[in-house]
């Protein structure tokens, strides 16, 4: 796809967000179809408790080049839309990054500065993960499709899934390969952490959403001759029921 034709389609998609179940220019829902499950077979698979979700996060300060354009969505951090600039005049860290049906909605990223902070929003909006599967949907959701990582953006090249309640605490040979997600549709959220042993920053992908291009999204703060996104940056996953 050309420059003109990626940007045109962000255009089109930004402005037809009106309100409802809009889509974000950089989100989509999950698709109804299957998709073949496959393990990753070469590293362990972990149980995830949700207070590994919510351990306290150190922000790196590590920045990384990124040649290719793509847009620079608002980031709302305790109420107030912040440009990519003025977080970074601000100084303002962000340990937590959620996508959701609201982000969705208003095509922006969601930032918390803190674990607290992040609790309170998802006990508002009832999408405060569980430790433990609801046992009224638990056995359907074993035939449904669990979360998805691949290497390709577009959900093309390799891939691997992963089914609520565990994690993988290292990715081994996928370590700072994924560039596109299919979250769960059964669980509440999929995880990307920054580092292995569900270390470092956490992007949150809520239920039954995707996204195609992970270099949509930018870790903050920022330079304006680099850019850190979360294309090819986790080293570990999870998902959670």
Known sequence: MTFKKKLLGTLVLA????????????????PEKEFEELPL??????PVTVDMAFREVQPSNEQAKDDEFLPDLPVLVDGKLYSAEELEKSGIKLPHYVLDSNAAEQDILLGFRDA?????????TQQMPTDESPEKSALPCWFRPPAYFYD???YTGRHFSLRP???????????????SIRGTRCGSWTLLTEFS???????????????PNLSSYRVYPYFWFFRQTWN??????????
């Open 232 to 241: 090819n940056r986790a080293s570990s996953v999870m998902v959670f029921w």
């Open 116 to 124: 607290e902070s992040l609790k309170a929003y998802l006990a508002r």
């Open 165 to 179: 309640g565990f994690g993988h605490a290292s990715l081994g040979a996928w370590d700072n390969r994924i560039s």
């Open 41 to 46: 077979q070469e590293v362990e698979t972990l």
């Open 15 to 30: 402005i037809s967000v009106t309100g409802g179940q809009a889509l974000a220019s950089s989100m989509e829902p999950v």
């Open 152 to 154: 390709g953006t577009y």
């Open 197 to 211: 042993n569900f270390q470092g920053r956490r992007l949150w992908l809520g239920r039954g959403w995707s996204v």
